[in-house]
């Protein structure tokens, strides 16, 4: 069975204090995994999209990467505002281009 | 530019009742999927639609069902809810059926079911 394990399930930082999420997954075969960041009561919104192995994205303070086994999304510096729930999805070979298949997500909490 | 549209924002509904949730596409979009989101959850997918047809079912009951019209915009019918159909309901919409493409969520709907 297709499975998207995000870890830790929630991260507490200091502001300036840098860390990862990571995202392991084990399905039949990937055709994309995606990063979304999603505040409290309201819809995932994008972050990164990665399609193989090697590939590497960065905007601003956060950086995505990808190996056959798992994702992670660093956090450079982080600050208050980078406080949201962050989520991992892939879609599998084989499946619909449109099903998203989900972890449970990363609370991240950045202290003052 | 206009994001992916909901509505409504909040429903709140009895069990045994019927709803109807509706999602407006980013211009230029034909692909609409559908997703529950419970609290402390990931997203759990329900449908994809792409040029009227649907691409793709979740796990769900038969109790849910969806459509999507001639613009591309797309509804989310469930039935005879349930107490446990208590979600937030998300739409997101992409490109196609081309690749794994991108896919933006609009606010969602938060339904209550009492």
């Known amino acids: 069975e297709d499975q998207v394990t995000q870890s830790p399930e929630a991260l507490r930082l200091q502001e300036g204090e840098s860390s990862s999420l990571n995202c392991s997954y084990t399905?039949?075969?990937?055709?994309?995994l995606f990063w979304y960041r999603q505040d409290p009561g309201k819809g995932p919104e994008f972050l990164f999209t990665?399609?193989?192995a090697g590939e590497e994205k960065e905007k601003e303070r956060l950086k995505a990467t990808l190996t056959k086994k798992e994702s992670f999304l660093h956090i450079t510096a982080p600050k208050p505002e980078d406080s949201a729930t962050y989520l991992c999805?892939?879609?599998?070979?084989?499946?619909?281009?449109?099903?998203?298949?989900f972890g449970q997500g990363t609370i991240l909490t950045v202290h003052p | 530019d206009a994001g992916v549209t909901q509505s409504p924002t909040h429903l709140i509904k009895t069990r045994g009742q019927h709803v109807t949730l509706r999602c407006s596409p980013i211009s230029g979009h034909k692909s609409v999927s559908w997703y529950q989101q419970v609290l402390g959850q990931g997203p759990q997918f329900i449908f994809q639609?792409?040029?009227?047809?649907?691409?793709g079912r979740g796990n769900f009951p038969d109790r849910f069902s969806a459509r999507q019209f001639p613009n591309y915009s797309s509804e989310l019918n469930v039935n005879a809810l349930l107490l446990g159909d208590s979600a937030l309901y998300l739409c997101?919409?992409?490109?196609?059926?081309?690749?794994?493409?991108?896919?933006?969520f609009g606010p969602g709907t938060r339904l209550t079911v009492l």
């Open positions: 997101a919409s992409s490109f196609g059926q081309e690749r794994a493409d991108t896919q933006y």
């Open positions: 399905v039949s075969g990937l055709r994309g």
């Open positions: 990665l399609y193989s």
């Open positions: 999805a892939v879609v599998v070979a084989g499946t619909s281009y449109g099903k998203l298949t």
């Open positions: 639609y792409y040029e009227k047809e649907e691409r």
